[in-house]
């Protein structure tokens, strides 16, 4: 009795003073609103048409495309991104054989040291190297960029929500602002050196847009359109992220139909164990 | 320990007679989940999770040996290390998708568990030992949980720690040199990283050593059941094995394909995209939030906004991050005394009115708003929504409970397990045990049969 007393105590005395000293006083502010408006980013993100191939439970690697992707990251986006987590091997992947992934491979400068003096120097890669970064350090990285950090590409699909759709849509998106919600939006402006683009969640980003019709040349003859490099170079970057997602889904299925199967055999041996005894309802 | 009519463990090669005499673990295991352990018949799929929970945590250790062959807890290479597990580790990918995932899915299971010992009240005498060593468990698996969700150290990781260890600040006098010496800095950094390493490997086999204590407990006075009525003779039971192995090997098969196909295809649903990046703290990210097992108690932990004042004089008599502190752990720490705050004779939800309709329309409402409210945005209306689900939480708990435990008229009882699955309970109506029967004797009464504490309609 003394503990249901004492639990009612507490209980009324904790809600008394959640309800006055937060409740309310919340309250009281709810129904006054002071809610400033700001020009809000967009959250849904578009879609190229028809979709990735490696979307879905049956998605695959589209290897022409990640090839593409490849190239476009090669020509436009190495110039300030990193790709950390990749290694020039792990090209293979993309339909290269070993041969195409050495020559590949040395076509990029990797820091080194000379063999004979010691010092620090920079040599062609080879399959074992990792992407080079394109700045010695951050700080280099802020100086050369208005003081943004260009981020490192190899998970970027993953880091951010609906990551493949992001990329493709934030390189798409640097569009007029909306001038409905410009003027909802007393505060809003595109600082100098910052780029209006409404996929970004800062609305305003660093990165200037990249993409321009014919800005490289496909080695598979593909017209470059910015959409078509957009969409490349996202299904790259998603398998820069996560190498073994098409993997991942087919031992998936594999573990999936295992796991059926078993679960058919013990649901059939449950209902012959209970067979005996299983109870007559009413 | 156990019943009258538990079947009795019986070597049979020389080797398990040998075995017997010196270390009898066959006898262990056949007493405690094989044919020895008599379990009331009428158990619904709700009873599953235990052993569900008991399969999580097996995997979890598991596929954690494995992961910490490959990690280092060191702030300069964790990040890397994971994805070097994730890119060049053999299946590396799928024992940390099992171990990430596997997380989530071990805390469905336990909620589920808990929320069925809530609901047929199986924190009742005499199974109050088993529910506060369950509480003990849950504590560990959270403090585990958080421990584990740092080690990648991502941005979530890593402001997931500043936020939960600053908590400790919130404590008058000693919090902030408490604070500092508990993550051994300011900030966390690499010695909180380690330490959370080595506790995040410890605390696993803790937890398992508290989970024999709770298997133990339950041993005592046996499996609860739906109805809530205690078990009176054989014929209310089957032996643990087949007939529980079998309907638990099914639900296991249920849970892993369910669990297999959120691994396998939507692997990084469940958690947050920001511990992709690496840990900056230099960089805040827009929302701080715990992974979504954390969420009721982030909701009321964020739902004191004010700090307690003497109105207008100013003076705080204590601050709301403290009050939330208070709050926060009172909300588990109110599970404790729960066999004391709820004196209902009666057990099972089925036959309790009042207690029925608090539950599903008072606290499951109020828990689905507590995890829906605890990842959303520090905005309105969600903070005022978050205060209301918290009132009501307390106010559950340690007012609406104890009163309807008092005023409350339950519905009639089935006179035994036996009367409520077959209809009626005249002697020799069923053969009880299934495959084995045995002569019929008289229904053998439990030692201390008053234990039973449910109104009986035919007294």
Known sequence: MTIRLAGIIVGLGLTAVLVLWSLVPGLVNFALPEKPDYYAFQEENIAPAGGFAFEGAFGKWDEQQLQRGYQVYKEVCSACHSLEYVAFRNLEQLGYNEAEVRAEAATWNVPGIDPRTGEATTQPAAPTDYFPSPYPNDVAARAANNNAIPPDLSLITKARKDGTHYVYSLLLGYNEPDPKDVAKSPDFETPSGLYFNEYFYNINIAMPPQLYPDLITYADGTEATPEQMSEDVASFLTWTAEPSLVQRKQTGWFVLGFLFFATILAFLSYKQVWAGIKPKKG | MSFAWAKQYEPKSSFTKWMDEKLPIPRLVYNAVGAGYPVPRNLNYMWNFGVLAGFCLMLQIVTGVVLAMHYAANTVVAFGTVEHIMRNVNYGWMMRYAHANGASFFFIVIYLHIFRGLFYSSYKAPREMIWLLGVVIFLLLMATAFMGYVLPWGQMSFWGAKVITGLFGAIPLIGEPLQIWLVGGFAPDNAALNRFFSLHFLLPFVTAGV???????????GSSNPT????????DTVPFHPYYTAKDGFGLGIFLIIFTAVMFFLPNALGHPDNYVEANPLSTPALIVPEWYFYPFYAILRAFTGDLTIPFTGIVLIEAKLLGVI???????????????????VRSGHYRPLFNKFFWLGLMPCMGALFYLGGAKPEEPFIVLSQIATAYYFLHFLVILPIISQIEVPKPLPFSITQAVLGDDTPGSSSGGGTHPKPRSAVKDLPGKDSDGSLQPAE
């Open chain 2, 211 to 221: 989970v024999i204590l709770h298997i133990w407990a339950l041993h005592i006075p």
């Open chain 2, 228 to 235: 809530g009525v205690e078990v009176k003779k054989e014929s």
């Open chain 2, 327 to 345: 709050a926060m752990f009172g909300s588990i720490l109110v599970w404790f005394f729960l066999p004391w705050l709820d004196k209902s004779p």
